[in-house]
């Protein structure tokens, strides 16, 4: 049996926990909430697609954390992807069998321990090791704070799976050894910029997408049809699933903004000018509203009639305090 020193750091979302487990195993002591930042975390992406359901889906964070986070410490970064389950299954093992942990992409509806109805091809989750006699891995897995065993079937499943447009092919991290970057401060304010940049100007790796509007414009087509969406079939479902991903579904709450705000938060021992222009209690202010926001949503889905009404000046302040935040820190950070 292969088994490493487990040192698990339960958090609040998945790939920030991942990331989280990895740098502390290798003695940098950052919380959830550094990774999760670093990584440029925060995001809008507004999507829409024909015969999607629901009809709309609104997700609030980056696509990118993991290479973001690594390459924002001057780590290379790249997911190792395999032609096989079975060629996945054993790179696992040779990875554990070095000494290495590794973080895994997923889809948690393979993993026993969810009994999960719905696929998501996209759960981060932490090995440790694996016992070949009984054929399952031990792996950690975001709040949960015991060892989990996933058996071998299971997890070739889990790894090796498209669902809509996420695909996973064995996606796996496994860094011999990561070394605490120096200049940190300067890390920090140009991944807050970096991170604000990606919401107030057009995203290069959307454009000519059709059905994705990313950042501010995301929000701002949002507004513009939300009162449309009582004439959606299922109405109820698309409010559900938004107050699900907003509030709930590993974001910490407030669509990762309180997450965001704890970074803030640390970052400013480092970089000063963000406490002295007080853009961490901008975001916790925009964790705040995100969240009356995600409620709202929540109220309309339990409802016998659809009428987003409620929600209209919630999403309206959402999007003026996303504004004043990322024009602020980029005017501090964007040079």
């Known amino acids: 049996m292969t088994l490493l020193n487990v040192g698990h750091h339960p958090g609040r979302h998945c790939a920030s926990t991942g990331i989280c487990n990895l740098v502390n195993y290798y003695g940098i002591g950052w919380s959830e909430a550094m990774c999760f930042g670093l990584g440029q975390g925060v995001a809008v992406w507004f999507m829409y697609f024909p015969g999607l359901s629901p009809s709309r889906i609104v997700h609030v964070r980056t696509i990118d954390l993991e290479s973001q986070f690594f390459n924002s410490i001057g780590h290379p970064f790249q997911w190792e992807t395999f032609d096989t389950p079975e060629e996945s299954e054993q790179g696992l093992r040779a990875r554990l069998d070095s000494g290495v942990p590794v973080i895994l992409r997923t889809d948690l509806y393979y993993l026993p321990y969810y009994g999960s109805s719905t ?54 991290f496994s860094p011999a050894s990561i070394c605490l970057p120096d200049h940190l401060p300067d ?52 409010a559900r699933f938004l107050y699900q991903n907003i509030e709930k579904r590993g974001t910490g709450g407030g669509g990762f903004r309180f997450l965001y705000a704890e970074f803030l938060n640390e970052a400013a021992a480092h970089v000063p000018e963000i406490a002295a222009r007080g853009l961490d209690r901008q975001m916790a202010e925009l964790g705040r509203s995100w969240q009356a926001l995600a409620l709202s949503l929540k109220k309309v889905s339990e409802a016998v009639q659809p009428d987003f009404t409620g929600a209209v000046e919630k999403l309206a302040r959402v999007a003026e305090l996303e504004e004043a935040y990322h024009h602020k820190a980029l005017e501090l950070f964007g040079s």
């Open 119 to 172: 696929h998501y091809p996209g759960h981060v989750i932490t090995v440790w090791g694996y016992d070949p006699d009984r054929e399952v891995f031990f792996v950690t897995d975001t709040e949960r704070h015991e060892l989990l065993e996933v058996p071998f079937e299971d997890m070739r499943k889990a790894r090796f799976c498209q669902v809509d447009f996420m695909t996973i092919k064995g996606h796996m």
């Open 187 to 238: 890390r920090i304010r140009k991944s807050v910029a970096a991170n604000s940049r990606t919401m107030v100007e057009s995203l290069e790796e959307i454009q000519g997408i059709d059905g994705i509007v990313g950042g501010i414009d995301g929000l701002r087509r949002w507004k513009e049809e939300i009162l449309d969406w009582s004439n959606f079939e299922d109405w109820q479902w698309t």
